[in-house]
């Protein structure tokens, strides 16, 4: 067996318990991915600092001097025990909270010591909580250059591997390994693109001898990531394009047509180029696996429907997969709507289906005679089979893991329906090509004709009454108004009591006025009840969390006050933005923070005021956020995930692989010339054994 697909429980140091813990919190399983398990910064140890050198906010410091005294403050969980750690300068205190007594045995008082850590500052004097201790005769060892420090959780913490153990576990990984580690690229990549060994980076980047050598490691191994993830995401798109075929939607019929000349507006250049892409795929005898991606209200469910009428056209059935029940119905609602005048039915399925209209549905889809279906992951149960399924539409697909997602595939015993995927989270350009670089993109860049952009506006919580007149006099104009309270990480009891005291608050102030109140929380019925109150115009404001982020659509509604917007993410206050700007009318969207905000806030406030262009604010939040795991099926050492790149900084780099990998792949399809051998083993040993998900979009 190739030793980097060893697990780490045959690591020394680790065994059966670390190994869960690192599987489970760092997704490490194998010594291949403990070898990809990069610092995330370092820390130049070459200078010793003095006590009285600290002043405000410091990184990791490094410290010489001698234990002067220990004392154990506290009982039971809350003991902690404090060493006065003095260097002839001044005294600053060391805390630890586990193996107490260990402490005191291995640091015996009086003896001198190198310390590192994070001085913190609390009521004008410094600690540092847990720091690494070394006696002064591993000076030299210890310090002296760049020292990496990785990402890791309490829990990994708490097993015992902290940053020293880590870079304790790689030098002993790297010992046992590296007579065995072998170039990943062939000879002619690494000199296009002048790149250092493989070997020689992987190295450099956890024992970095300077900086010279670390940039050189990370651009090797930044490469090597974009590179390879390029790579398998074509290779499966070219495999499906060569092995799966596709029911032929050649006709447009009268569905389609009839909708066309039904609508009472005309589609927009953009939805109007999407379609002919959509058609393109669908006349190609080859299955569609398309992502359709535009901002909030450019009209991307209508793209849909039409393709939906496709399938209708050609005697198929189509249906459409939302993650949530809300945004279930206000689909299924639009849809009715829409297809009324063409008398085509339109079924709902939810989890919260009563049975005997379950039944009926059930029975209508495998008949044939119910065409089309709108429903949440209820679609994906065993029992739900078509009679001709030809096209599925997969909304807010970042919501939905693959595994899920595949369940409609077995839906047709001999071909797989086309798969539309909607997203209206704009992705930005990078981000795209590595997310979703298995899939045909299409973009939807142009908002219908009438709509005026929102005007957003910043206003710290102390002109709060500054933002009630201004609610009531849009109120007063027959307008309706959203209120949005934040999300409580990790407390959904406490989310709850601030939005039921902002009912209390809201309802003191617009007495005269019907307030309803929406979260997550709620039983459906209840929920339904409140939004269609809303909806209907008999409520004038809704009080609600993030609940209301996706699937609400009320054009009279002309003004959105995000309270503590400080505490969303950029996409997520361009989601809630969206809700409002539907109608003819000029909408409004009001910012609410804290009058002390941080950089990172402050950013955010500014680029939503300044423009209501999703793409732009998309770029901006993978530049502040960073972005996520890339594949939702994550598994050893087989996840498509990123580890030192990242398409906000390196999107040329993204670009330059993209158009490698497929320089490549159109040369050598199957990677099988002698050249290009390399390439073909790396991919095996990082997608060993995983499960054929290509077909899945």
């Known amino acids: 067996m190739d030793i980097f697909q060893t697990p780490l429980t045959y690591l020394p140091g680790i065994g059966p318990k670390r190994a869960t813990v690192l599987a489970e919190e760092l997704d490490l399983y194998t010594y291949l991915d403990l070898l990809h398990y990069f610092p995330t910064k370092y820390v130049d140890r070459s200078r010793v600092y003095t006590i009285r050198e600290l002043q405000g906010e410091m990184p990791s410091i490094q410290l010489r001097g001698y234990i002067r005294d220990y004392k154990e403050i506290g009982e039971g969980r809350k003991k902690r025990l404090v060493a006065y750690f003095s260097d002839g300068t001044g005294t600053i205190e060391l805390v630890w909270f586990r193996s107490l007594a260990t402490i005191q045995r291995l640091y015996p008082v009086g003896q001198t010591y190198l310390i590192f850590g994070k001085p913190v500052l609390f009521n004008g ?380 608050r809201y309802r003191e102030r617009f007495p005269e006025y019907t307030i309803v109140m929406v979260h997550g929380k709620m039983k459906p019925e209840k929920k339904d009840e409140e939004m269609r109150r809303f909806a209907s115009g008999e409520a004038e404001i809704m009080l609600a969390t993030t609940v209301i982020e996706v699937g609400v659509n009320v054009p009279n509604a002309s003004v959105m006050v995000i309270e503590g917007a400080n505490r969303f993410g950029l996409s997520q206050l361009h989601q809630l933005r969206g809700r409002v700007g539907r109608g003819a009318s000029q909408s409004y969207c009001i910012l609410l923070t804290g009058n002390e905000l941080g950089e990172d806030a402050k950013r955010r406030i500014a680029i939503m005021v300044e423009t209501n262009d999703g793409f732009e604010i998309a770029e901006e939040d993978m530049r502040l956020r960073g972005f996520g795991e890339i594949d939702g099926t994550r598994q050893s050492g087989q996840q498509l995930s990123l580890r030192i790149a990242n398409p906000a900084l390196d999107g040329a780099m993204v670009q330059y692989t993209r158009d490698l990998a497929e320089e490549i792949l159109a040369e050598d399809p199957t990677l099988t010339l002698a050249k290009n051998e390399p390439l073909c083993q790396r991919l095996n040993a990082l997608y060993h054994e995983r499960p054929s998900w290509s077909q899945i979009s």
Not at 144 to 160: A, D, F, N, Q, S
Not at 211 to 232: H, Y
Not at 346 to 357: F, I, Q, W
Request: proline share 6%; aromatic share 6%.
């Open 125 to 504: 004097s410094y600690s540092i909580n847990h720091p690494e201790v070394d006696e002064e005769s591993r000076e030299q060892a210890v310090s002296g250059g760049l020292m990496p420090i990785y990402p890791l959780t309490e829990k990994v913490k708490r097993i015992g591997i902290a940053n020293r153990q880590m870079r304790q576990l790689l030098y002993i990984l790297l010992e046992a390994c590296r007579s065995q580690i072998r170039e990943t690229l062939p000879e002619h990549i690494i000199q296009r693109a002048q790149l250092i060994p493989y070997s020689t980076a992987i190295q450099q980047i956890h024992f970095p001898e300077g900086n010279t050598e670390l940039e050189a490691a990370r651009r090797r191994l930044k490469f090597d990531e974009l590179f390879f993830i390029q790579l398998r995401l074509l290779g499966m798109k070219n495999e499906r394009k060569a092995t799966s075929p596709g029911f032929p939607l050649p006709r447009v019929g009268e569905a389609f047509r009839g909708l066309y000349s039904s609508l009472p507006f005309d589609l927009t250049g953009a939805q109007k180029r999407v379609i002919r892409e959509i058609q393109t795929d669908v006349v190609s005898g080859r299955q569609m696996n398309r992502l359709v991606q535009g901002d909030v209200g450019s009209g991307k469910t209508l793209v849909a429907l039409f393709a939906m009428l496709l399938a209708l056209d050609n005697g198929y059935q189509a249906c459409m997969m939302a993650p949530t029940e809300i945004l279930a119905r206000q689909h299924f609602l639009s849809l009715t709507d829409l297809l009324a005048p063409l008398g085509i039915e339109v079924g709902l399925l939810l989890g919260s289906t009563k049975k005997r209209e379950r039944t009926k549905l059930h029975e209508g889809l495998r008949d044939g005679s119910l065409r089309i279906i709108v429903g949440t992951h209820a679609l994906l149960e065993p029992v739900v089979q078509f009679h001709r399924l030809g096209l599925a539409v997969i909304d807010e697909q970042h919501r939905f893991g693959v595994v899920q997602r595949s369940g409609l595939w077995t839906k047709n015993e001999s071909q797989h329906p086309h798969i539309l995927i909607m997203s209206a989270t704009p992705i930005p350009r990078t981000l795209a090509m590595t997310l979703y670089g298995d899939l045909d993109i299409s973009v939807i860049d142009e908002l219908p004709p009438g709509r005026k952009p929102i005007q957003t506006y910043h206003q710290p919580e102390s002109h709060i009454f500054e933002v009630y007149a201004f609610l009531e006099r849009q109120i007063a104009e027959g307008r309706q108004a959203y209120v949005v309270f934040p999300m409580i990480e990790e407390n959904e009891r406490e989310e709850i009591r601030a939005l039921e005291e902002g009912l209390v």
